[in-house]
């Protein structure tokens, strides 16, 4: 039997819920940024939430003595036993909880604790209540898979601390998951020991879980970090995002994690196992030199101090800018100056822009470098 040929190209049809589906514009502009590099232009990085170091050399040099000794093969799809525990014993002792080795999930990058959080835990029609403005993938995962974003607004008055009394109204009985994220991204915002307790109470025992995205809690110039899972009754219902992208500059590596009770861990393994299979060996070696407890200090003051560029003399202030909605805020609890020129700057939908004052004894100018 034969069949007659057809030339007729086939109609792409994508399922409905590709339409819900957001992105991550940053990574738009990052591409006209390279761009423009290779056109030889000095650019400043702001579009990307990276620090603007490379990675430590001692944890390359894990990585690629991991690869030498032939960990190129697939791991167990919640991570490296040791790569595991390590992180218990990291999280135990910098949030004042304990945490064993099974209520860890490696993966790569933080993105799949979002994704795989909200997949695991919210129905269709359920309420995630969300800061606004955030992390855009938080909003894109949630509008996919058919819940209801239900947004907390961030606002420049209060260093975009969320208002505790408001969130307290948004909760209501669709209400499966609230996600806070401190330091914020992309406003620098920091949500105090107080407003977490604040929090807390708010939710009280109401049967909703907590993401708490948590990536940058090591990049912090004033203060200390405090997680809602430190609070009594919460330790359960919160799923810590953490990795190494930020604070040992492994953006690149692609590895992250999530801590989280051992019955749901074993379900977000699962869906690693399903979609990714597992985290790169190697790079999870790597991880292991990065945050091994006992050299742990060193390398963060390290990169502290690459960071903050030689102490007081000059601090660097990073204003982040969401140009939809013309907010412009530090990465500071305390507000950097911004000039009327800055904030005129911030209208421009193409702009990345970096303040930072000039260090003592060079003058009062200052430089806002722009890409367009």
């Known amino acids: 039997m034969s069949f007659p040929m057809t030339t007729t190209q086939t109609q792409l049809r994508l399922a409905k819920r590709m339409s819900r589906l957001g992105t991550e514009t940053a990574f738009e502009v990052l ?17 990307i939430g990276e620090p603007d170091m490379d990675t430590p050399a001692n944890v390359v040099e894990a990585g690629v003595d991991a690869l030498r000794k032939g960990f190129t093969h697939y791991g167990p799809s919640a991570g490296l036993p040791e790569l595991r525990e390590a992180i218990a014993a990291d999280v135990s002792s910098s949030r004042g909880i304990k945490v064993s080795a099974d209520e860890v999930v490696v993966v790569p990058g933080g ?3 979002i994704f795989f959080t909200i997949l695991a835990l919210v129905e269709e029609g359920d309420e995630v209540i969300y800061p606004n403005p955030g992390f855009p993938i938080y909003e894109s995962m949630i509008n996919f898979l058919g819940a209801k974003a239900v947004p907390i607004l961030l606002r420049e008055e209060r260093d975009f601390r969320l208002d505790v009394n408001e969130l307290a109204g948004l909760i209501t009985d669709r209400t499966k998951l609230i996600i806070l994220n401190s330091p914020q991204n992309p406003t620098g915002g920091i949500i105090t020991k107080k407003d977490v307790e604040d929090i807390a109470a708010a939710i009280g025992d109401r049967d909703i879980m907590v993401m708490s995205d948590e990536i940058y809690s090591r990049l912090m110039f004033e203060g200390e970090p405090y997680s809602i899972a430190s609070i009594d009754g919460f330790r359960d219902r919160t799923i810590i995002l953490d990795g190494f992208s930020k604070t040992y500059s492994m953006t690149g590596w692609r590895l992250g ?12 393994a699962r869906l690693m196992t399903n979609s990714i299979s597992c985290t790169a060996t190697f790079t999870q070696m790597a991880g292991i030199d990065a945050g091994d407890i006992a050299g742990i200090t060193t390398t963060i003051n390290d990169a502290t101090t690459s960071l903050t560029a030689n102490g007081n003399n000059a601090d660097l202030y990073t204003v982040a800018i969401d140009t939809t909605i013309g907010a412009v805020a530090s990465n500071l609890p305390s507000q950097a100056p911004v000039s009327a020129k800055l904030r005129a700057l911030v209208q421009r939908n193409d702009l990345a822009v970096q303040y930072a004052p000039v260090p003592s004894g060079a003058g009062n100018s200052s430089t806002v470098a722009g890409l367009t």
């Open 257 to 268: 994690y999530g801590v989280m009770r051992s019955d749901l861990a074993v379900h977000i």
């Open 111 to 113: 993105k799949p604790i």
């Open 31 to 47: 591409v006209r940024a390279r761009a423009l590099e290779r056109q030889g232009k000095n650019i400043i990085h702001l579009e």
